[in-house]
């Protein structure tokens, strides 16, 4: 069972000594020096501490402070239910947040670049139905090479791929299936 620390609950056992907005507080410290900015939503009945780029502010992490009762332990939790570090370890559970976030802003915000550059080129009808071809392709993609998450993109009309590596992941595109195999293979070239 997880349990939400309540400020006015008793403080007795493995948990911590302060407040959960005073843990919160020194995650923010840390996730502000991996380069995030973050917002306290302390006014709830559960605090949470907002992490996100300042480029996608609308796009983020909201982490909680719970309890483990498997382990008697308080622990950073990400939204999605993913413990990310003991209470003590915050530069651990930045870190965390970093490999969660990394991926989706990268994504993003090269989708903006790439958004902004094809505006003036015409587009053509998007199908209302997904093509089962390109379905297929993308499994085969993915099955190559572990780990990469590959796309085709119905607005861009081309070939996508996020290739992970640890803090620094990369997006590539290409018109065509093998010039995307080319293209990750180029940028990743030990895949």
């Not at 982490?63 to 999605?80: N, R």
């Amino acid at each position: 069972m997880v349990k939400r620390w309540n400020v006015s609950q008793s403080r007795t056992g493995s948990s911590p000594t302060s407040s959960v907005t005073t843990h919160l507080d020194r995650l923010s410290t840390e996730v502000i020096r991996e380069g995030w900015q973050t917002l306290r939503c302390y006014d709830g009945p559960h605090p949470l501490l907002r992490v996100f780029d300042p480029a996608v502010p609308h796009f983020g992490e909201s982490i909680s402070l719970v309890h483990e009762s498997a382990s008697h332990t308080w622990w950073y939790q990400s939204s999605t239910g993913e413990n990310l570090a003991p209470y003590h370890r915050p530069g651990m559970a930045a870190a965390r947040i970093t490999r969660i976030l990394i991926p989706f802003v990268t994504a993003i915000l090269a989708a903006r670049t790439h958004q902004t550059k094809a505006i003036d080129a015409t587009c053509p009808d998007i199908p209302s139905a997904p093509d089962p071809a390109q379905a297929v392709t993308v499994a085969k993609l993915q099955e190559r090479f572990a780990g990469v998450i590959c796309w085709w993109g119905l607005s861009t009309k081309e070939w996508w791929a996020l290739i992970p590596g640890g803090t620094q992941w990369q997006i590539v595109n290409a018109a065509d299936p093998d010039n995307l195999v080319q293209a990750v293979l180029k940028a990743h070239p030990n895949r």
